[in-house]
């Protein structure tokens, strides 16, 4: 049994050094033609040889980010609720429904982005700008509703599954004799979430999210539907932006020139890397919450 563990958790580190691997090696070629400066450079003409990430990533960031803004307190309420607040019955119907969400095509997600998301951010943003104008990402808007807000909010509802069940399946792991012990004091139910659900399984609620922002990090078809592919920086949420991801599906299978191709490997690349520190940043946050430290 342990060499067959060790065995499986050599083959993750084997598989990671490879897929990073393969991504430098494509990439070679743009990476000693552009260098760092891809990170931050704006422009994408592949016919002129001019590529740049600063576009993509910054489109990644704000979906991603907007996503797991909205979506960690939803699923986290969610998992709350069906592992501690719900009925039987409303937990044995609700449950399966929320884990279907998780199995639903990225493109069924895309459709349904374009046709019911995108008209209703369309008619969302006047009021949200006439009222919060003075905000710049509440700036002007897209005529046509598609942008990297509606990106965002169909990210929302892809990664809202993953931290939901997961985090649901966490609070079930508590011992009920913490939860009883405590309620036999005279705690609320909001003392025993706040004070002995929530500090045991914190980290790994982290690890739930950092499961949810990679899929957000990674997701190209159903952002590429309501995103835009405009190749922009900016302050707006209303306006059409891209990804990394939405990129490099649109354009890999067909590549303008062989610096092209590789640029598209460099931004994978670069999403790799980002994933990697955000999930290193996640764990250290997370090991700063040692249970056995709190006095409940």
């Known amino acids: 049994m342990y060499g067959l563990c060790a065995l499986a958790g050599v083959l993750i580190v084997i598989t990671l050094a490879d897929v990073i691997y393969q991504l430098a090696n494509n990439g070679s070629l743009a990476i000693s033609h552009f260098g760092l400066g891809f990170i931050t450079s704006t422009e994408w003409k592949p016919g002129f040889s001019k590529e740049g990430a600063g576009a993509l990533l910054f489109g990644t960031l704000v ?47 895309g459709f349904w982005g374009l046709v019911v998301l995108v008209p209703f951010v369309d008619g969302l943003e006047p009021g949200l700008h006439s009222a919060l104008g003075f905000i710049p990402i509440f700036g002007p808007a897209s005529p046509v509703g598609i942008s990297v807000f509606a990106a965002g909010l169909v990210l929302t509802v892809m990664i809202l599954p993953i931290i939901s069940a997961l985090t649901r ?32 399984t914190v980290s790994g609620c982290a ?19 309501v995103i835009g592919d405009a190749n922009n920086v900016n302050k707006s949420l209303f306006q059409p932006g891209t990804t990394a991801a939405a990129r490099i599906a649109d354009q890999f299978i067909a590549p303008v020139n062989p610096l ?10 670069l999403l790799v890397i980002i994933g ?11 090991g700063r919450f040692d249970v056995t430290q709190r006095v409940i």
Not at 65 to 94: E, Q
Not at 207 to 225: D, P, T
Not at 276 to 286: D, E, G, K, Q
């Open 63 to 109: 979906t991603s980010l907007m996503a797991i803004v909205l979506a960690t307190p939803l699923g986290i309420a969610i998992g709350l609720y069906l592992s501690m607040m719900a009925p039987v019955r409303v937990r044995a119907i609700v449950g399966p429904l929320v884990e279907l969400l998780a199995a639903v095509p990225s493109i069924v997600y």
């Open 169 to 200: 399946d966490l609070f079930l792991t508590v011992p009920v004799e913490l939860k009883d012990g405590a309620a036999a004091l005279g705690a609320t139910q909001w003392e025993i979430i706040r004070g002995i659900v929530l500090p045991t």
């Open 207 to 225: 690890s739930a999210v950092v499961l949810g922002l990679g899929r957000a990090f990674g997701e190209a078809i159903a952002v590429s539907f």
């Open 260 to 269: 092209h191709l590789s640029a598209m490997f460099y931004a994978g690349l």
């Open 276 to 286: 990697m520190l955000t999930s290193v940043a996640a764990s250290t946050i997370a």
